[in-house]
């Protein structure tokens, strides 16, 4: 499988501000990006989505405070999160939905860690 490579994540006050990164490389014929977070005991949780026709998609605990975009140029796609909370405290993966000629393949990041302190 394919490896996204994360940056971006750290430690982080409540109420403020990281921007994860996430290298795509050459894939091709990309449905859609997106970024999941797992905290600790817990499933882990879609917190945003880009398809790429443009249409964005946000879990509830986010919208407002986060933001999924990509720079085509440098085929990286980026999660901007504002406001932090100490519920955000998680390890952020990216993701990769890929069509293929059976289906579509999923990529993922190894992960990162987020650590909002209150």
């Known amino acids: 499988q394919r490896q996204l490579v994360e940056s971006g994540g750290g430690l982080v006050q409540a109420g403020g501000s990281l921007r994860l990164s996430c290298a795509i490389g050459s894939i091709s014929r990309i449905n859609s990006m997106g970024w999941y977070r797992q905290a600790p005991g817990k499933q882990r949780e879609l917190v945003a989505a880009l398809t790429s026709g443009g249409s964005t998609n946000y879990a509830d605990s986010v919208k407002g405070r986060f933001t999924i975009s990509t720079d085509n140029a440098k085929n990286t796609v980026y999660l901007q999160m504002n406001s932090l909370k100490p519920e955000d405290t998680a390890v952020y993966y990216c993701?990769?939905?890929?069509?293929?000629?059976?289906?579509?393949?999923?990529?993922w990041g190894q992960g990162t860690q987020v650590t909002v302190s209150s």
């Open positions: 993701s990769v939905d890929r069509s293929t000629f059976v289906g579509t393949t999923r990529y």
